[in-house]
Antibody, heavy 119, light 106 residues
Framework: EVQLVESGGGLVQPGRSLKLSCVASGFTFSNYGMNWIRQAPGKGLEWVAYISSGSSYIYYAETVKGRFTISRDNAKNTLYLQMTSLRSEDTALYYC????????????WGPGTMVTVSS | VQMTQSPSYLAASPGESVSISCKASKSISNNLAWYQEKPGKANKLLIHSGSTLQSGTPSRFSGSGSGTDFTLTIRSLESEDFAVYYCQQYNEYPLTFGSGTKLEIK
């Protein structure tokens, strides 16, 4: 059974940093691309970042480019999102999601971890 | 690619059929997925490639369309289907979602 479990969220002041983690199980993590997606309170879904299986290809949404860094440790089956220069508009529930299929859709999602940026 | 989803809110009764529309601002071929969001549950992929049911998706769900216009149809609604539905294009980066449709019990 595929499981994705995010952690690392919390309350952080504007301008500070936070690092999210997502531990994967139930599939061969090192073979598949992974994503971060977020959802601001009461809002829709926003794709944030993608990383390929071997970290060769990385893409970001324009809203986070230059501030967020996606990475992975295949030996630990873990996906990361390093977030810096956080803004109030980064307040959201952050999900990790897998791409086990042949294309760029998200076949499994974690329950999410909440990030609140506020002074 | 902007994804325009409608309606944003839909009320229906169990047993009825409903349709949700998703329009892309430019052609995305059939590179469209549909997801279901329910409180306390992980988001679920229902359909990809415009019309291909993901393993485990009940057959009362169907997807259609290509190019710019897509539709998610749910036949014979069951109580477990009342949820929020999102479309997502994956034809190009950045990957983008529709704004969601909340399906409630009438």
């Amino acid at each position: 059974e595929v499981q994705l479990v995010e952690s690392g969220g919390g309350l952080v002041q504007p301008g500070r940093s936070l690092k999210l983690s997502c531990v994967a199980s139930g599939f061969t993590f090192s073979n598949y691309g992974m994503n971060w997606i977020r959802q601001a309170p009461g809002k829709g879904l926003e794709w944030v970042a993608y990383i390929s299986s071997g970290s060769s290809y990385i893409y970001y949404a324009e809203t986070v480019k230059g501030r967020f860094t996606i990475s992975r440790d295949n030996a630990k089956n873990t996906l990361y999102l390093q977030m810096t220069s956080l803004r109030s508009e980064d307040t959201a529930l952050y999900y990790c999601a897998s791409q086990l299929g042949a294309d760029w859709y998200f076949d499994f999602w974690g329950p999410g971890t909440m990030v609140t940026v506020s002074s | 690619v902007q994804m325009t989803q409608s309606p944003s809110y839909l009320a229906a009764s169990p047993g009825e059929s409903v349709s949700i529309s998703c329009k892309a601002s430019k052609s995305i071929s059939n590179n469209l997925a549909w997801y279901q969001e329910k409180p306390g549950k992980a988001n679920k992929l229902l359909i990809h490639s415009g019309s291909t049911l993901q393993s485990g998706t009940p057959s009362r769900f169907s997807g259609s369309g290509s190019g710019t216009d897509f539709t998610l149809t749910i036949r014979s609604l069951e109580s477990e289907d009342f949820a929020v539905y999102y479309c997502q294009q994956y034809n190009e980066y950045p990957l983008t979602f529709g704004s969601g449709t909340k399906l409630e019990i009438k």
